[in-house]
């Protein structure tokens, strides 16, 4: 029997929206696991250079818009993005949704720590959709490689 050498358990932050919960692995990739309220927007359209990204909906359904093209995907389902694919995705519905979002190579986890108001703090959700930080989001993306198209 394998035996877990260790297990860390992280705090939720806010990001633009949603609760998102690093968590630690020993591999090439970022692994997180989210939650986003009804009819919550998502990031803007973006493209990363050297990432793939997978999207796994545990729970309830999500939009997503990839390269032009909408998409519904519900609990079960995933989206696999490989670099330079223009995404976004959005929670549309009357119910929460809940993800597991994966970065290949590891990196992006720095956005969500830059970025994130952890959920312990007084009105983190709406200090996570101000409009100053977004606009910090649109300033400093690109160093992140998150290519914005607006």
């Known amino acids: 029997m394998t035996q877990l050498s260790h297990i860390l358990y992280t705090m939720a932050q806010w990001v633009l929206g949603h609760k ?3 968590q630690s692995v020993t591999g090439n990739y970022d692994l997180v696991i989210c939650e986003t309220p ?3 927007p998502g990031p803007p359209h ?3 250079h050297t990432y793939h990204e ?4 545990t729970e309830g359904e999500m939009e997503f818009l990839v390269d032009g093209k909408p998409m519904i995907v519900k609990k079960g389902e995933s989206v696999n993005l490989s670099p330079e694919m223009l ?3 959005s929670n549309n519905s009357d119910n929460p949704c ?3 979002n994966l970065h290949s190579p590891t990196g992006f986890l720095k956005f969500i720590n830059d970025f994130g108001i952890p959920e312990t ?4 959700f709406a200090k996570s959709v101000d409009p100053k930080v977004i606009g910090q989001v649109l300033e400093t993306a690109a160093k992140y490689d998150m290519q914005i198209s607006l």
Do not use: N, R
């Open 38 to 40: 009804p009819h919550t």
């Open 87 to 89: 995404h976004t995705f």
């Open 121 to 124: 703090d007084e009105d983190a």
């Open 98 to 100: 809940a993800w597991v």
């Open 20 to 22: 998102i919960s690093t």
């Open 46 to 48: 973006h493209f990363h």
């Open 54 to 57: 997978v999207f796994l909906v």
